[in-house]
Structures are given as C-alpha cells and as structure tokens.
C-alpha cells in the first residue's frame, strides 16, 4: 500500500525560538498521516516542539548542473563578509 | 481498603496495559509501513512505561520482597485480570486498529477520572498517562475513520473486526469485587458511569467512517475474574519464557 502513498518532508524545531530544520522524509496519505508519523518516526527521543510537513512535489529545487553559474560567483566576493571592522561587544548574532 | 484489595484493582487497570503493550510489540518489524510500525512499537512502549508505574506501586504494597518482574512475568494465567479485549490476537491491522481504538477510548474516560483518585500514586500515574493515552486515541480514531472510509477491501475489513470485537467492549465496565472496593474508597473508578460517553465516542468515530455499529446484545466476559480467552496461554508463554527458562536473569 504504501506505493500509493506521496512523500512527505518533515521540518521539525527544536526548542522555542529556534527555527524548523529539515529532519527527513517520509510516505503518508494525507497531511493528518504526515504529521503523525513525523511525530513517531522524528520525534520520540524528545526532539521537537513544532513540526511542518509539506509534500516533497511542493517543493522547487535548484538544479546540481546549474551550480557554477548560481554559486561560483559568491565565492571569491570576501567583502560580502562583514569581517573588515570590529564589531562591539554588544552587537550579538553576527 | 486492605493493601491485597488494592493490588487486584490494580491489577485490573494495569495488566490491560501489559498485555495490550505485549500485543503490539509482537508487531515490532512487522507493520505494513516503516511509519506505522515504529507508531505502534512507540504505543506499545507507552504502555509498558505505565504498566511499570502500576507495578511498581503494587510490590512496595506487596513488601516481601516481590518486584515489578515477578509481577510480570511469573503470574500465572488465572492471576492476570486483563479484559478479553485487549489479548485477542493480531489477525490484520484493521483488526489490531480497532481493538486500539476500542481500549482507547476507555483508557482515555478511566485516566480522566483516576486522576482524581485519593490515592497520591494512582493519580499521578493517570494524570502522566492521559497525554500518552490521548495520543493514542486520536490516532486510531484517524485510522479507523481512514479504513473504514477508504477502499472497499478497507471498509469491510475494519468493518468485520468492528463486528467481531464489539462483544468483548462490555465487560469494559464490568465492577469486580475490588472495583466497588476501590470506589468506595475513593480511590478507585466507578467504571459503570463511563458506559454511555464511552459508546457516545465509540459512535460517532463509526458513523465518520461509515462504519455500522453492530446491534448484538450479546457480550462475552471473563477475563477481569481471570478467566481467559484460548489465546492468552499462547501470550504469555512468549511473555514469560525469558524469566521461566533463565530464571532471575537480568539485562
């Protein structure tokens, strides 16, 4: 039965104020079925508190053959860092 | 209420526990999906979890030095006190479903109200168990809607195990001698108050899965006095036979 089932992507967070990460995939039949089973299979040890599932087919990709003209050229543009001055003390989270 | 008293109600909550739990773990590899079978392993561990609270408390009642284990695994048939329900065999998951949704549905209304037990352990058991147990609920309820409003092979499966697990919900509410102790004693459950919502709920998930509530009168019961099915021997030689062929053995 489950080659009848769609694929599912499961996002889960892991504690309050941090955001969803993937955490994997898995087959269910309806969106009540997906988060059920993310809860079973992604979060027994105590991982979560939210989870998202959303239909793997939902999701639009970048393609790996298109990497160099999409990535390439991020990498030699080192003043897109913010790492030529001193940031104070108190600026956090950069 | 005398501490023997108090150890067989005990008993006649937490062996449906033990003995459902045993059920389901039999399904450990062998649920029809990866995402199903590790739900049903993680009831069955839920359950196992709450079976040891109880029996923990019953061997401090006990003190001669009896432990959770011997609680177990070295009863014999006639001392466990399980429903018929919860040892009826795993026949297919529709059939397994719904014996789940049946005992949840009355897991879920005795917790509510054991919570509010006198006695401390009892009620702080219940309140911990009610979140497991509404899970629980909420997930066979899903899936018993699911079959039964599903395929045509679907429906009349769920709909054949609805028919031939029906006779066993009535002795749900069957008050032993220690039932009416224990209530009586505020620390126990009036099980029979439970009846009508139970069969409200029970209801109203059939008719969403369009699903036909069977008209029996006829209901079988026995196991609350100990007094089994043919298929709990079966049971508890699988259960039993790691403490019996090495006794004391541990982990």
Known sequence: MKNNWPLWEVFVRSKNGLEHRHFGSLHAADEEMALENARDVYTRRNEGVSIWVVQSKHIKASNPENNGELFEPAQDKVYRHPTFYTLPDEVKHM | ?251
């Not at chain 2, 509404?134 to 039964?148: A, C, E």
């Open chain 2, 1 to 251: 209420m005398k501490n023997e008293n108090i150890i067989q109600y005990i008993y006649g909550i937490a062996d449906n526990a033990l003995i459902l739990g045993q059920r389901l773990s039999e399904l450990c590899g062998h649920g029809p999906s990866l995402e199903t079978d590790i739900a049903l392993t993680n009831m069955a561990l839920d359950l196992l979890g709450q079976t040891r609270s109880y029996y923990q408390y019953a061997a401090q009642l006990m003190a001669d030095g009896k432990t959770e284990d011997d609680i177990a695994f070295l009863r014999i048939e006639r001392e466990y006190k399980n429903v018929l329900l919860v040892e009826q065999p795993n026949k297919h998951f529709g059939y397994v479903i719904t014996r789940q949704f049946f005992y949840d549905v009355f897991h879920l209304l005795l917790l509510q109200e054991l919570q509010n037990s006198k006695d401390e352990i009892l009620s702080a058991v219940a309140k911990k168990a009610i979140k497991e147990v509404s899970y629980h609920q909420r997930f066979s309820s899903d899936w018993v809607k699911r079959l039964g409003d599903g395929t045509k092979e679907s429906h009349q499966k769920v709909q054949d195990a609805v028919d031939d697990l029906w006779k066993f919900t009535d002795e749900l509410f069957h008050m032993t001698q220690d039932d009416m102790l224990a209530v009586e004693s505020e620390i126990g459950v009036d099980i029979s108050l439970l009846k009508e919502k139970y069969y409200q709920r029970i209801n109203k998930v059939l008719e969403e899965a369009t699903l036909t509530t069977p008209e029996t009168k006829w209901f079988q019961k026995g196991g609350k006095q100990g007094i089994h099915s043919e298929h709990m021997g079966y049971l508890l030689s699988d259960l039993q036979y790691m403490q019996r062929t090495y006794p004391n053995m541990e982990w």
